[in-house]
């Protein structure tokens, strides 16, 4: 199983970014995913997850009602999309899936590799 996350970048507060990942190798739809987010010296937190059909999401409370998952399962990709964007919101970003259709806030097995998103004030 393999995540390659895309689409971070530089951005200034108040703007939007999306970020993608694709997942070759898993039976996706099966797998509910998760993007978590690690700051400079900080832990690594969870951000957003979707169960494997995409009927269930869950947020932290720091991303609610600017961030929302999505999942595109004839493409293997799950989305985030990122509004309102703060400069707290900077870290390297990382999907994650897990061999359960069901969402969890901790509890993944296979993970991508990070794509770094720096918002500017």
């Known amino acids: 199983v393999q995540l390659q996350a895309s689409g971070g970048g530089l951005v200034q507060a108040g703007g939007s970014l999306r970020l993608s990942c694709a997942c070759s190798?898993?039976?996706?739809?099966?797998?509910?995913m998760g993007w978590f987010r690690q700051a400079p010296g900080k832990e690594r937190e969870f951000v957003a997850a979707?169960?494997?059909?995409?009927?269930?999401?869950s947020y932290a409370d720091s991303v609610k009602g600017r961030f929302t998952i999505s999942r595109d399962n004839a493409k293997n990709t799950v989305y985030l999309q990122m509004n309102n964007l703060k400069p707290e919101d900077t870290a390297v970003y990382y999907c994650a899936g897990r061999w359960y259709r069901a969402t969890s806030t901790y509890e993944y097995d296979y993970w991508g590799q990070g794509t770094l998103v720096t918002v500017s004030s």
């Open positions: 190798g898993c039976t996706f739809s099966s797998n509910a």
């Open positions: 979707i169960s494997g059909g995409g009927g269930s999401t």
